[in-house]
């Protein structure tokens, strides 16, 4: 089994910065594809970036594209997020998921993931 817990969320006004970290334990990660998913009130799961084992591929949901970036430390079991130039569009829960046998078809996927961390909230104030 793998545990994920995310950190890093919090209140930041428009344009600001925030860092969410992904800490894995029980298992490594080090061959799991590891993503970003996000969840506003009433509505599902929305996948925002995925990072293959390696490191080699990576996907971004087209409204994050040029302000997000995902990357990972495999020594520390550890998956990042790096947000910038927040918008209040970007207010929500953000969970990271892993799973080990993922098509990178399928990445954007929420079903196709096995393990779920519990959530960070991230509000952007206008």
């Known amino acids: 089994q793998v545990q994920l817990v995310e950190s890093g969320g919090g209140l930041v006004q428009a344009g600001g910065s925030l860092r969410l970290s992904c800490a894995a334990s029980?298992?490594?990660?080090?061959?799991?594809?590891v993503a970003w998913f996000r969840r506003t009130p009433g509505n599902e799961r929305d996948f925002v970036a995925a990072?293959?084992?390696?490191?080699?591929?990576?996907n971004y949901t087209d409204p994050v594209k040029g302000r997000f970036t995902i990357s990972r430390d495999n020594a520390k079991n550890t998956v990042f997020l790096q947000m910038d130039s927040l918008n209040p569009d970007d207010t929500a829960i953000y969970y990271c998921?892993?799973?080990?046998?993922?098509?990178?078809?399928?990445?954007?996927?929420?079903?196709?993931?096995?393990?779920w961390g519990q959530g960070t909230q991230v509000t952007v104030s206008s």
């Open positions: 029980g298992r490594t990660v080090t061959f799991a594809t």
């Open positions: 998921a892993a799973d080990f046998r993922m098509s990178w078809a399928l990445v954007g996927k929420d079903n196709e993931y096995d393990f």
């Open positions: 990072i293959s084992w390696n490191g080699g591929r990576i």
